[in-house]
T-cell receptor, first 114, second 115 residues
């Protein structure tokens, strides 16, 4: 069964600090891994995408890493801002029958305090 | 340019009633996806349209759920009759192409509460 596990479930940090979110997956056959940011009351918005051959991808203050051997990914947020408060969701897709079927993690809820 | 829009944003219905959710994808996007998130759980894939055809509906929970995309534009997801466990947030997403790196854009979701 395809699964995506994220940790921690929730995280509270002070503005300006860095943090790292973790994602472990068992999805096969692996196609790609995305990190999404979901603000309250909004749909998820893609931050980064990595395929099998990529092990790091940056988007501004967000840096994602991928270790396809250990099936782990991380999302590092540098110099956090209040607007970073959101749910961060790891999504791993498998190519099945011609479609890319995503498996979502439950997300990490990040709160950035001033 | 308008993003993916979903109607209504919230819906409260009684058990046994029928509800129809609507999704308007980004113009020109052939691929349309439905997902849902029940309380405390992860978002789960329901089905995928390519234009008006169902490419994959493996995530549809049971035959009380019916998705349509007549004409390959907007899509509807009907729940009939609704049960308590159908409560959750239903998301729609669309993408222009279908590839490993293709990004799907999400709507804001419809929060369905069945009482």
């Amino acid at each position: 069964k395809n699964q995506v596990e994220q940790s921690p479930q929730s995280l509270i940090i002070l503005e300006g600090k860095n943090c790292t979110l973790q994602c472990n997956y068992t999805v096969s056959p692996f196609s790609n891994l995305r990190w999404y940011k979901q603000d309250t009351g909004r749909g998820p918005v893609s931050l980064t995408i990595m395929t099998f051959s990529e092990n790091t991808k940056s988007n501004g203050r967000y840096t994602a890493t991928l270790d396809a051997d250990t099936k782990q990914s991380s999302l590092h947020i540098t110099a956090s801002q209040l607007s970073d408060s959101a749910s961060y969701i790891c999504v791993v897709s498998a190519l099945q029958g011609g479609s890319y079927i995503p498996t979502f993690g439950r997300g990490t809820s990040l709160i950035v305090h001033p | 340019e308008a993003g993916v829009t979903q109607f209504p944003s919230h819906s409260v219905i009684e058990k046994g009633q029928t509800v129809t959710l609507r999704c308007d994808p980004i113009s020109g996007h052939d691929n349309l996806y439905w997902y849902r998130r029940v309380m405390g759980k992860e978002i789960k894939f329901l089905l995928h349209f390519v234009k008006e055809s169902k490419q994959d509906e493996s995530g549809m929970p049971n035959n009380r759920f019916l998705a349509e995309r007549t004409g390959g534009t907007y899509s509807t997801l009907k729940v009939q009759p609704a049960e308590l466990e159908d409560s959750g947030v239903y998301f729609c997403a669309s993408s222009q192409a279908q590839g490993s790196r293709t990004e799907a854009f999400f709507g804001q979701g419809t929060r369905l509460t069945v009482v």
